[in-house]
């Protein structure tokens, strides 16, 4: 019997298709969350290995019995995926190809005691580390209200941020800022009503009590520095602004005016892709929370 694991793989087939290349090769699933991905990879390819790193223990530990049966193929890593150079060097190995299957799991996400979501009342935690980490109740602690009124608008684009920012500070301020539920009806109190811009703020509040965007920018980086000549990169968003941050990373350069005597700047990575992989209409009936889901895939260039 297939043990339901509660939480399906996004784009499997398409990731696959642009993650793997060599059939002996090592990978690095950056986002090893439950595992599917990883399990689907090693299936495929008998002779491969995975790195899986992930900043959640909990997550670890469902991949660990998930993939259990694959023995010393595969090795699991607390760690950010920002991290990926320093854990690749500890252990002396070079990887093929990077996945990072960005943003928050249904595991997560459906977790009340994890706080994620205004849907049902938790702790004020929205850390992907869990427990183990700091959560926006400490962001919300601290923070002012022209830090927090960026952080809506930039990182949620809600329609009024200040707005929103000053009611979830007046509810902090008197006490009454502990829990989801506080913070939801907080945010209501502000005219943030609709599903779609709780939605938006509780996001901005995860980024940020995450940083989930600096994360991004140092992986990406670290993608092109651990990567061999022909390595790929395979980055699945749910946000758009992680989705734009990964098409800027992997697009080729723009030359602008050549300058004199300069030579044109070497592109680093070469797309896989043409623009953003979508879900199928199948899948998405499926598993309705891919709907947002954008792939982007490229292919490392020769270092300069």
């Known amino acids: 019997m297939t043990r339901d694991w509660g939480h399906e793989p996004v784009l499997l087939d398409e990731a696959l298709a642009t993650w793997v290349t060599d059939p002996e090769g090592r990978y690095l699933d950056g986002t090893v969350g439950a595992g599917g991905h990883a399990e689907a990879l090693l299936l495929r390819l008998p002779k491969a290995r995975v790195i899986g790193l992930d900043r959640d223990p909990a997550a670890l530990a469902l991949a660990g019995a998930r993939l259990e049966r694959f023995g010393d193929r595969v090795r699991l890593v607390r760690s950010d995926f920002a991290e990926m150079e320093a854990v690749l060097a500890r252990d002396g190995v070079s990887v093929v190809g990077v996945l990072l299957d960005l943003g928050v799991s249904s595991l997560q996400l459906d977790d009340p005691a994890r706080g994620f979501s205004y849907l049902e009342d938790g702790p004020l935690g929205m850390s992907l580390g869990g427990e183990v980490e700091p959560g926006a109740a400490a962001l919300l602690a601290e923070i002012e209200e022209g830090t927090l009124t960026r952080i809506l608008r930039e990182l949620g684009e809600l329609p009024g941020a200040g707005r929103a920012a000053r009611a979830v500070l007046e509810a902090r301020n008197h006490g009454a800022l502990r829990r989801t539920g506080d913070l939801a009806q ?44 022909g390595g790929t990169l395979t980055a699945i968003s ?67």
Not at 190 to 214: H, K, V, W, Y
Request: net charge positive; proline share 11%; glycine share 6%.
């Open 186 to 229: 907080a945010l209501r109190r502000a005219g943030i009503t609709s599903p779609r811009r709780l939605s938006q703020a509780f996001q901005a509040l995860r980024l940020a009590t995450n940083d989930e965007l600096g994360s991004l920018a140092r992986g990406l980086e670290a993608a092109a520095r651990v990567l061999p000549e």
């Open 238 to 304: 749910f946000e758009s602004l992680m989705d734009r941050m990964v098409k800027r990373a992997i697009r080729p350069p723009r030359t602008g005016r050549p300058i004199p005597g300069a030579p044109d700047p070497a592109p680093r990575w070469r797309p896989l892709t043409r623009g953003a992989v979508r879900p199928s209409a199948r899948e998405v009936a499926a598993n309705p929370r891919a709907r947002s889901a954008r792939l982007r895939a490229a292919e490392r260039t020769a270092h300069a």
